[in-house]
């Protein structure tokens, strides 16, 4: 089941004409007793400062639990694997044992997944994230 949340419009700059664009933002609820975890990254790249988030909800929508993290200096998917990697410790420690955790970083959802192959050398956060995903609960990675 899908629940549109936000229905988002802004105005795009081409030349000298204005064209309005319409993009729908959706969420799709976790099925039973399952957790997601919608965790993001926000990067500044004049600044070079980055930091992570994410936000916790339920099977009925609602928000339980969100963090915010400020890292410094670091790129994009450093600060994404960061916004994962902390979301799923404080998951954990609030003993969720079904837990869906979605980002809108492919490559980091492939990384951690092993569909994207990085000839041994792995990130430790990638390898942190792993192994937090094998102890003795489920985890299910999704692409968004």
């Not at 600044?47 to 790129?75: E, H, P, Q, V």
């Not at 916004?83 to 998951?91: E, H, L, Q, R």
Request: glycine share 8%; net charge positive.
């Amino acid at each position: 089941m899908t629940k549109d949340i936000k229905h988002y419009k802004h105005t795009l700059m081409t030349g000298i004409r204005r064209q309005r664009e319409t993009i729908y933002i959706s969420w799709k609820y976790p099925h039973g007793d399952w957790i997601k975890l919608n965790c993001d990254r926000a990067y500044k790249d004049s600044m070079n400062i980055a930091g992570c988030g994410g936000l916790f909800r339920d099977s009925d929508g609602r928000w339980l639990k969100a963090y915010t993290l400020r890292i410094g200096d670091c790129d994009a998917l450093h600060a994404e694997m960061w916004g994962m990697y902390t979301g799923m410790k404080m998951a954990r420690r609030q003993g969720y044992t079904h837990l869906i955790v979605e980002s809108d970083f492919k490559l980091l959802i492939d990384m951690v997944t092993g569909r994207c192959k990085l000839n041994g050398n792995s990130p430790i956060l990638v390898k942190r994230i792993q192994d937090l995903s094998n102890l003795q609960w489920h985890v299910i990675f999704q692409y968004t």
